[in-house]
């Protein structure tokens, strides 16, 4: 099985599963760097792809990112994040029988460290915030509608966004 091939295969699942374009996009850029480890190893069918070389890739997207200069590297957890999409991909692949072992069974849970929250506003810069809308206007009640759900949504601005009446609940 080619990588293109195992790629279409994710991606229609990943589509299945109502994901964003955007993430989907990230995705497949993040399987690229996977495609140009295998390449660079000349493994051409995935079908011969091991736990072993799985665990190489994600090894050595660590070593690769610890050589670069400081302001061209990305995050630890970015990093994981490649390592961990490329082992869902085989794990989809096994699911659907288009590969004969699981070779992600062994594979150990790849952790990302933990990090702080930025910038979140705590209850009274919150209050604060959601009195500044005139609630007297249209713009304003709408403001404030927005405000308030995205901090009790958690949600991103593009997620907000797409927002529309039909996701109320």
């Not at 497949?28 to 140009?36: A, G, K, P, S, Y």
């Not at 050589?67 to 994040?81: A, E, G, H, L």
Request: aromatic share 10%.
């Amino acid at each position: 099985m080619t990588y293109s091939k195992a790629l279409r295969v994710y991606l229609e699942h990943l589509r299945e599963r109502g994901l964003s374009e955007n993430t989907i996009h990230s995705y497949i850029q993040m399987l690229r760097r996977f495609d140009v480890f295998i390449t660079s190893k000349r493994i051409c069918d995935l079908r011969n792809i091991t736990c072993k070389n799985l665990l190489d890739y994600a090894n050595d997207l660590h070593e690769q990112n610890r050589f670069k200069p400081s302001n061209k590297q990305v995050s630890f957890n970015y990093m994981n994040d490649c390592a961990r999409i490329a082992v869902r991909m085989f794990k989809i692949l096994y699911e659907r029988e288009l590969i004969l072992s699981d070779i992600t069974r062994n594979f150990p849970k790849i952790k990302n460290r933990r990090t702080e929250l930025k910038n979140i506003p705590d209850s009274d810069q919150m209050r604060e915030l959601l009195r500044q809308p005139n609630l007297s206007t249209p713009e304003g009640f709408r403001d404030r509608t927005i405000l308030e759900t995205f901090y009790s949504c958690a949600l991103r601005i593009s997620e907000l966004r797409k927002l529309t009446v039909y996701d109320i609940d």
